[in-house]
């Protein structure tokens, strides 16, 4: 039985998402790319040079965790040393979107604050947590890959530099959309603020109080399982 049989339904999911970015506009041409780990040492991910409300069964490429194509007919995303970087440094890690979301994206080039590491809205606390600035790396590089190397470990959402956006989440690719999402509204709703006024952060208290919505909701802790202990440290670094 081909992987492509084997795993017909998660396949469905990668096919819906790969067209539910591009309808929503978080990637344009033949921009952005996605993964999903399906075993120990094998991982479905989008083709490159296709844009993604195209992608169908055929176009989608299994890889290994080296790197090699172990099923399909087209060449992986450029950004597979990207992705191996996340899969190794991150057992954790089930699936991975990265994409230009238009509004998310405005923090990859603001200069100044990044309000994303700021704990503003709670859903987006405590599902997506902090999201710090990966500096910049020219796409389809190691030198990309690896500049995610400080952050990669304490972190699951990254700003690329004047590039995008990477979510890595422990959940089915589904779910890793579902994260774009809430980070992008709360996107839109910073930079609304901002335009007309300042913005009113939780406190350090609520932050913590959210740690009880974690556990009732059963959402992981961000990070690196064990890595992390509080929410609190991640966003109140400096106030330890």
């Known amino acids: 039985m081909s992987y492509l049989q084997k795993y017909s339904n998660e396949v469905r999911d990668f096919l819906k998402v790969c067209k539910s970015l591009a309808d929503r506009m978080y990637v344009t041409s033949q921009g952005g790319n996605l993964s999903v780990k399906l075993e120990e040492n094998l991982v479905l991910i989008t083709p490159t040079c296709v844009t993604k409300c195209d992608v169908t069964e055929?176009?989608?490429?299994?890889?290994?965790?080296?790197?090699?194509?172990?099923?399909?007919?087209r060449k992986p995303t450029g950004e597979v040393p990207m992705y191996l970087n996340f899969?190794?440094?991150?057992?954790?890690?089930?699936?991975?979107?990265?994409?230009?979301?238009?509004?998310?994206?405005?923090?990859?080039?603001?200069?100044?604050?990044?309000?994303?590491?700021?704990?503003i809205y709670p859903e987006t606390v405590a599902e997506v947590g902090p999201v710090p600035v990966v500096p910049y790396g020219e796409p389809l590089t190691q030198k990309l890959a690896d500049n995610f190397a400080p952050f990669i470990?304490?972190?699951?959402?990254?700003?690329?530099?004047?590039?995008?956006?990477?979510?890595?989440?422990?959940?089915?690719?589904?779910?890793?959309?579902?994260?774009?999402?809430?980070?992008?509204?709360?996107?839109?709703?910073?930079?609304?603020?901002?335009?007309?006024?300042?913005?009113?952060?939780?406190?350090?208290?609520?932050?913590?109080?959210?740690?009880?919505?974690?556990?009732?909701?059963?959402?992981?802790?961000?990070?690196?399982?064990?890595?992390?202990?509080?929410?609190?440290?991640?966003?109140?670094?400096?106030?330890?």
Request: hydrophobic share 40%.
């Open 58 to 73: 055929s176009d989608v490429v299994f890889i290994d965790l080296e790197g090699n194509i172990v099923e399909g007919t």
């Open 87 to 119: 899969y190794r440094d991150r057992p954790d890690i089930k699936s991975v979107i990265h994409c230009h979301p238009p509004y998310t994206n405005t923090f990859t080039i603001l200069k100044g604050t990044n309000w994303l590491m700021r704990p």
């Open 153 to 240: 470990k304490k972190y699951n959402a990254f700003l690329m530099e004047n590039h995008g956006l990477t979510i890595l989440s422990s959940a089915d690719i589904v779910r890793t959309l579902q994260l774009v999402d809430i980070l992008e509204v709360s996107s839109i709703s910073i930079l609304q603020a901002l335009a007309i006024g300042e913005l009113k952060e939780l406190t350090r208290e609520d932050v913590q109080n959210l740690e009880n919505t974690m556990k009732t909701r059963n959402l992981p802790m961000i990070g690196l399982p064990g890595l992390n202990t509080s929410m609190v440290d991640l966003y109140f670094p400096e106030k330890k």
